[in-house]
Protein backbone atom coordinates (compact mmCIF):
# COMPACT_ATOMS: atom_id res chain seq x y z
CA UNK A 1 0.00 0.00 0.00
CA UNK A 2 1.89 3.18 -1.18
CA UNK A 3 0.27 5.30 1.52
CA UNK A 4 0.87 2.92 4.44
CA UNK A 5 4.59 2.79 2.92
CA UNK A 6 4.84 6.63 2.57
CA UNK A 7 3.20 6.86 6.24
CA UNK A 8 6.08 4.15 7.29
CA UNK A 9 8.62 6.06 5.66
CA UNK A 10 7.77 9.44 7.64
CA UNK A 11 7.85 7.38 11.01
CA UNK A 12 11.44 6.13 10.02
CA UNK A 13 12.84 9.25 9.14
CA UNK A 14 13.83 8.10 5.81
CA UNK A 15 14.48 11.83 4.11
CA UNK A 16 17.39 12.30 7.17
CA UNK A 17 18.20 8.62 7.80
CA UNK A 18 17.69 6.72 4.99
CA UNK A 19 19.40 3.61 5.94
CA UNK A 20 18.69 1.21 8.98
CA UNK A 21 21.57 0.11 10.65
CA UNK A 22 22.21 -3.22 11.84
CA UNK A 23 25.49 -4.25 13.31
CA UNK A 24 26.61 -7.64 15.26
CA UNK A 25 29.06 -7.57 17.27
CA UNK A 26 29.59 -11.42 17.81
CA UNK A 27 27.90 -14.29 18.18
CA UNK A 28 28.57 -17.11 20.84
CA UNK A 29 28.07 -20.83 19.98
CA UNK A 30 27.87 -23.01 22.99
CA UNK A 31 28.46 -26.84 22.79
CA UNK A 32 26.49 -28.61 20.59
CA UNK A 33 24.42 -31.19 21.19
CA UNK A 34 23.53 -34.85 19.64
CA UNK A 35 21.44 -33.16 17.13
CA UNK A 36 24.71 -30.79 16.34
CA UNK A 37 22.20 -27.53 17.73
CA UNK A 38 23.11 -24.95 20.05
CA UNK A 39 20.75 -22.31 21.51
CA UNK A 40 22.84 -19.16 22.44
CA UNK A 41 22.78 -15.71 21.95
CA UNK A 42 23.80 -12.62 19.29
CA UNK A 43 25.26 -9.17 20.48
CA UNK A 44 23.08 -6.54 18.16
CA UNK A 45 23.10 -2.96 17.72
CA UNK A 46 20.35 -1.77 15.76
CA UNK A 47 20.01 2.32 14.94
CA UNK A 48 16.93 3.47 13.40
CA UNK A 49 16.59 7.20 12.76
CA UNK A 50 19.29 8.31 14.79
CA UNK A 51 18.67 6.22 18.21
CA UNK A 52 20.87 3.49 18.52
CA UNK A 53 19.93 0.40 21.12
CA UNK A 54 21.43 -2.95 21.72
CA UNK A 55 20.15 -5.91 21.97
CA UNK A 56 20.94 -9.91 22.56
CA UNK A 57 19.29 -11.81 20.46
CA UNK A 58 18.63 -15.63 20.74
CA UNK A 59 20.14 -17.76 17.77
CA UNK A 60 19.76 -21.23 16.78
CA UNK A 61 23.20 -22.73 14.85
CA UNK A 62 23.31 -26.05 13.54
CA UNK A 63 26.55 -27.41 12.15
CA UNK A 64 26.54 -29.63 9.54
CA UNK A 65 30.04 -30.89 8.23
CA UNK A 66 32.06 -27.29 8.01
CA UNK A 67 29.49 -25.11 7.75
CA UNK A 68 27.29 -23.31 10.52
CA UNK A 69 24.09 -21.66 10.11
CA UNK A 70 22.82 -19.11 12.88
CA UNK A 71 19.63 -18.21 13.00
CA UNK A 72 17.76 -15.52 14.87
CA UNK A 73 14.91 -13.09 15.23
CA UNK A 74 13.76 -10.57 17.38
CA UNK A 75 10.65 -8.50 17.75
CA UNK A 76 10.47 -5.00 19.22
CA UNK A 77 8.77 -1.82 19.44
CA UNK A 78 9.51 1.37 17.60
CA UNK A 79 8.84 3.08 20.96
CA UNK A 80 12.24 1.84 21.72
CA UNK A 81 13.85 4.16 19.05
CA UNK A 82 11.77 7.44 20.60
CA UNK A 83 9.02 7.14 18.02
CA UNK A 84 5.39 7.27 17.88
CA UNK A 85 3.42 5.85 15.23
CA UNK A 86 1.21 7.79 12.81
CA UNK A 87 -2.06 7.62 12.24
CA UNK A 88 -3.46 8.69 9.10
CA UNK A 89 -6.96 9.55 7.35
CA UNK A 90 -8.82 10.00 10.53
CA UNK A 91 -7.30 6.34 11.26
CA UNK A 92 -7.85 4.28 8.19
CA UNK A 93 -4.09 4.22 7.98
CA UNK A 94 -2.39 3.04 11.34
CA UNK A 95 1.51 2.03 11.29
CA UNK A 96 2.00 -0.80 13.18
CA UNK A 97 4.85 -0.44 16.48
CA UNK A 98 6.37 -3.69 15.98
CA UNK A 99 9.40 -4.32 13.87
CA UNK A 100 10.64 -7.91 13.58
CA UNK A 101 14.33 -8.66 12.28
CA UNK A 102 15.26 -11.87 11.03
CA UNK A 103 18.73 -12.65 10.14
CA UNK A 104 20.38 -16.05 9.46
CA UNK A 105 24.13 -16.35 8.86
CA UNK A 106 26.32 -19.19 7.11
CA UNK A 107 29.65 -20.03 8.27
CA UNK A 108 32.49 -21.63 6.63
CA UNK A 109 34.50 -23.32 9.29
CA UNK A 110 38.05 -23.41 8.61
CA UNK A 111 40.86 -25.09 10.94
CA UNK A 112 43.60 -23.26 11.55
CA UNK A 113 47.08 -24.89 12.22
CA UNK A 114 49.26 -22.25 15.14
CA UNK A 115 52.53 -21.98 13.75
CA UNK A 116 54.06 -21.14 17.10
CA UNK A 117 52.45 -24.79 18.53
CA UNK A 118 55.03 -26.26 16.39
CA UNK A 119 58.12 -24.59 17.10
Given amino acids: NFMAQSEFYKLMKADIYPQLN ?3 NYFEISSFDKQQISNSVASV ?3 IAGVAKHYNIPIISTINRNTVAVNGEKKM ?3 DFDLEPPVSM ?3 IKV ?3 IE ?3 KIRCRLTIVQDS ?3 Q
Fill in 116 to 118: LAH
Fill in 96 to 98: SEW
Fill in 90 to 92: LGL
Fill in 45 to 47: NIK
Fill in 77 to 79: TIK
Fill in 101 to 103: IKF
Fill in 22 to 24: IQL
